[in-house]
């Protein structure tokens, strides 16, 4: 199955996000498992589904990690970005989830 990945710090906002986004895949009937998970555990992530993983997305408030990320994500072809403040600040998960696939089919 399909992944998009969305690493945060603690996780509260970022869950609103991810249900936010499930709904816009669901109505799109778009197939994918949106999750988040510490930024913390990103290597351990792509370790075990790195082969589904399309895109990785940060939130803002660990922005200071896309380079770290980047580099755990390149032996798996895998796109890292950070979530635009804006959208991410209004659970915007459409516009979310657009990018996330725009990403995905850039890789």
């Known amino acids: 199955m399909k992944r998009i990945i969305l690493a945060c710090a603690a996780g509260m906002s970022t869950s609103i996000v991810v249900s ?3 709904a816009a895949a669901e109505a799109k009937g ?3 498992d949106i999750y988040a998970i510490p930024e913390g555990a990103i290597a351990d992530e792509l370790e075990e589904h790195g082969e589904d993983v399309q895109v990785i997305l940060l939130g803002p408030q660990v922005s200071f990690m896309k380079k770290a990320a980047e580099k755990t994500a ?3 072809q895998i796109p890292v970005d950070v979530i635009n403040v804006r959208l991410y600040g209004t659970a915007n998960g459409e516009k979310i ?3 996330a696939l725009k990403l995905a089919n850039e890789s």
């Open 30 to 32: 778009l197939d994918y």
């Open 20 to 22: 936010k986004m499930k």
């Open 97 to 99: 989830l657009e990018h």
């Open 74 to 76: 390149a032996p798996y």
